[in-house]
């Protein structure tokens, strides 16, 4: 119930506050505390939310997932493509979460990226990432935090940059994971640290946003069936249309 509710309290939020008051190029991540596809959250509201997403294709949406499979039932049951301003990630911290990369391979998002935080096992080797614009690593944090080794860290760092695929590493969580002397520390405002053999990792994909704000009477349309973009007048969503 409490995962649905945050589930909800972000739909409401988006639809008020959040993808109104933005600027060309701004990440929204979507459901930090819970999860965008989550299966009890009603497909009307999911339908709603994925129209405000179409509506504002100035900003790009970062949805993050435990469950790639269901997201795309979820659009099969609402006949609705991945939206063109989303990126798709994964929640992958450990070797039992690889199969998760299968189903986001399937989805059709500009960007796909992986999240291994918390990293609580070595993801290398066995790591795969055909596929992949982006990793992000990071320790787990909190009271009860369990250890995210650096050599772990290492590894998947060295992975990643020797694929060619931008590697950032967030946090070590907290400080007893990370190596670095504190003084030494370059972010000391990372949960733990964020600072890995003398340097910070904090590596993008190569993107642009699909519009502007500028952009006059443009918006998107998700759902099955072309034409993907509309020139057909300004965003349908009330107190969120383009300025011309």
């Not at 299966?39 to 129209?51: P, Q, S, W, Y």
């Not at 979820?74 to 990630?89: D, F, I, K």
């Not at 391979?105 to 614009?133: N, Q, T, Y």
């Not at 733990?192 to 910070?200: N, R």
Request: with cysteine.
């Amino acid at each position: 119930m409490a995962a649905k509710r945050r589930s909800i309290d972000f739909f409401r939020i988006l639809l008020d506050v959040e993808s109104k008051n933005t600027t060309d190029g701004t990440f929204i991540f979507t459901c930090s505390q819970s999860d965008f596809w989550h299966e009890g959250v009603d497909l009307e509201k999911l339908d709603e939310a994925l129209d405000v997403i179409d509506f504002t294709p100035w900003n790009t949406y970062l949805m993050l997932t435990k469950r790639p499979a269901l997201a795309i039932r979820r659009l099969a049951a609402l006949r609705r493509r991945w939206p063109a301003n989303a990126w798709c990630g994964v929640t992958c911290g450990h070797p039992k979460s690889l199969p998760l990369l299968k189903p986001l391979r399937r989805i059709e998002a500009e960007k796909k990226f992986l999240s291994v935080e918390a990293l609580l096992s070595p993801m290398v080797p066995g790591l795969d990432l055909p596929d992949i614009d982006w990793v992000i690593g990071g320790g787990e944090s909190g009271p009860k935090a369990r250890p995210c080794l650096v050599d772990w860290a290492r590894a998947l760092r060295d992975f990643t940059v020797g694929q060619g695929i931008p590697f950032f590493w967030k946090q070590w969580g907290v400080r007893e994971n990370n190596p670095t002397q504190w003084e030494e520390e370059l972010d000391p405002f990372a949960k733990g640290g964020a600072t890995l053999d003398g340097k910070l990792w904090r590596e993008f994909p190569v993107w642009q946003p699909v519009a502007t704000i500028a952009t006059p009477q443009f918006y998107l349309d998700s759902r099955l069936g072309p034409p993907l973009a509309h020139a057909l007048g300004p965003s349908p969503l009330p107190g969120v249309a383009p300025a011309s």
